[in-house]
């Protein structure tokens, strides 16, 4: 459904309907509801066997109509928000952006393509995408998790040092750590 003129206005008749791909490292849900100001009715896309969600779950409903994906193909997930005429899909955090790329496929609405999402979210991914695209980084090794310390250290001998170890996916440097030295390096 493609919607003309502002919300509510007297051309549209209609506020677009937005489902969010909602967890708990999400902006909080009322200062989205607050940004928006009206702009849209809201769909929260949650998972609702998530223990994290806590009192979310009560509060949820009375922002927006929930439609839980626990344990269900999204692609059904997706039949239930055509039902209710959802105009697009967002996600205002990493660990949601697959699910909202997948439902804005299945919708057809636009959205991030999975590669957009992948290297968004993959370290690795992303700095394949930057380099492709001519924009200079700094050298980059994957290092798998089964790997040993010894054939770890020996994959980045070629790169100088300090060097920075961190997860492929993540956010907030969790888990990220400096290494000045090969030595440094065995022990992060």
């Keep these: 459904m493609t919607i003309t003129g502002e919300p509510d206005s007297p051309i549209s008749g209609v506020r677009p309907t937005l489902a969010v791909a909602y967890d708990v490292s999400s902006s909080s849900p009322l200062e989205i509801v607050d940004a928006l100001d009206g702009a849209c009715e809201l769909v ?3 998972d609702g066997s998530d223990p994290r969600l806590g009192s979310w779950s ?3 409903p009375r922002l927006g109509r929930v439609v839980d994906v626990a ?5 059904v ?7 209710i005429c959802v105009d697009g899909v967002v996600a205002f955090t990493d660990s949601q952006l697959p699910i909202a790329s997948r439902l804005c496929e299945l919708l057809g609405c636009e959205g991030n393509s999975a590669r957009v999402v992948r290297a968004l979210t993959d370290k690795v991914t992303q700095r394949e995408v930057l380099a492709e695209a001519g924009l200079p980084g700094p050298r980059v090794v994957a290092i798998d998790a ?3 310390v010894a054939e770890a250290v020996c994959r980045t001998t070629h790169l100088s040092h300090p060097v920075v170890i961190k997860p492929r996916r993540g956010s907030g440097s969790e888990h990220t750590v400096r290494a000045d030295d090969p030595c440094s390096l065995s022990h992060a």
């Design 58 to 60: 009560r509060l949820l």
């Design 44 to 46: 929260w896309v949650v």
């Design 71 to 75: 344990d269900r193909d999204l692609a």
């Design 146 to 148: 089964g790997l040993s």
């Design 77 to 83: 997930v997706a039949g239930e928000l055509a039902g």
